[in-house]
């Protein structure tokens, strides 16, 4: 399979995460999300006109992070098989999308690629994205990971929680947050996209 996804963005390492923790085989063509996902080109394969994107050896395509991630896990140990078990860890890729991605992350870009400052910030999103990572705290407080062991919900929610203090939120107070981190990078082979 082909992944398009820019190594800068967490919507996009999550993808791959997953692919190399599962040992699958692929290309990672190299998409930048400021422009290249919005080509003629590109277009024609996803006209949504984001990343990531998948395009299986059969010519299927597939976008939406959570939603490959979901689909290259089935049958791992990263999606457990229970039904139930299975829906809660949906639970947590509809809230990072709906809950998480839509403050922790959009902050971060408006710092980092907009050059936005604390007195600039839009004081609901960063009221949003601290109640995110509030709800995080109170959830792993004594907990290893999300569910009783390492899933894709870690993956798609320590995404852009690593890197929230480069959109200004103050991990210091959340200690079970800062663990659940490396244990993540440690255990899940969590690394790199630093920037947006
Ligand atoms: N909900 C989507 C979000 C995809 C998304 O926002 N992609 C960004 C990069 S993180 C992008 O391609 N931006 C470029 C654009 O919209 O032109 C997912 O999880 O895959």
């Known amino acids: 399979m082909r992944i398009y996804g820019d190594q800068l963005s967490g919507n996009c390492l999550k993808v791959k995460w997953t692919a190399d923790l599962l040992g699958l085989s692929y ?3 190299e998409t930048s999300a400021f422009g290249q996902s919005r080509t003629p080109e590109f277009l024609a ?3 949504a006109g984001q990343v990531p994107v998948v395009r299986f050896d059969d010519g299927r395509v597939l976008a939406q992070s959570n939603a490959i991630m979901r689909y290259l896990a089935r049958g791992s140990r990263l999606l457990p098989e229970d039904p139930f078990e299975q829906a809660r860890v949906d639970e947590w890729l ?8 839509p403050f922790v992350a959009v902050v971060r870009f408006q710092v980092l690629a907009q050059k936005q400052t604390a007195e600039t910030l839009e004081p609901r999103l960063v009221s949003r994205g601290n109640a995110a990572l509030d709800h995080l705290e109170t959830v792993l407080t004594g907990r290893n990971f ?13 995404a852009y929680t690593r890197v929230a203090e480069e959109g200004l939120f103050d991990l210091g107070p959340r200690p079970a947050v800062r663990a659940w ?3 993540c990078e440690a255990e899940l082979g ?3 996209g630093r920037v947006r």
Do not use: K, Y
Request: aromatic share 10%; charged share 15%; with cysteine.
């Open 27 to 29: 290309e990672w063509i």
């Open 45 to 47: 394969m996803h006209p």
């Open 94 to 101: 509809f809230w990072e999308q709906n809950g998480h991605e």
């Open 146 to 158: 999300l569910l009783n062991a390492p899933t894709i919900a870690d993956l798609a929610c320590v």
């Open 181 to 183: 981190i490396a244990r």
């Open 190 to 192: 969590v690394s790199g």
